[in-house]
């Protein structure tokens, strides 16, 4: 972080979980679609500091970013994602609780 030295680098492969494959696809639409950019995501990861490079995993910085450059792009609020959020969990935790709820 900040040309630091974080020592080596892991180089074996990394099996991506689903919910990785659609944060990078959902950078991908986003920036397609003109509602951010690389300079604006880069700037929230760099916002964000130390302990979130410290404690979140790769794609949950990229998910944190994407989430603030689309809420300042006032495609939603903070209120709006939060009630959707509610209502997602609300349906269960598995595909099969949701479908029987």
């Not at 099996?15 to 991908?28: G, P, Y």
């Not at 760099?46 to 689309?70: C, K």
Request: with cysteine.
């Amino acid at each position: 972080m900040g040309g630091r030295p974080a020592g080596d680098i892991p180089m074996e492969g990394h099996d991506f979980s689903l919910w990785e494959k659609r944060v990078d696809a959902l950078m991908v639409l986003c920036g397609a679609k003109g509602y951010l950019t690389v300079d604006g995501l880069r700037r929230v990861l760099e916002d964000m500091g130390e302990e979130a490079f410290e404690t979140y995993s790769y794609y949950e910085r990229w998910i944190a970013s994407v989430n603030q450059n689309l809420v300042e792009a006032g495609l939603y609020s903070l209120e709006e994602l939060a009630t959707r959020m509610a209502e997602v969990e609300a349906r269960g935790a598995t595909y099969g609780e949701a479908n029987n709820g």
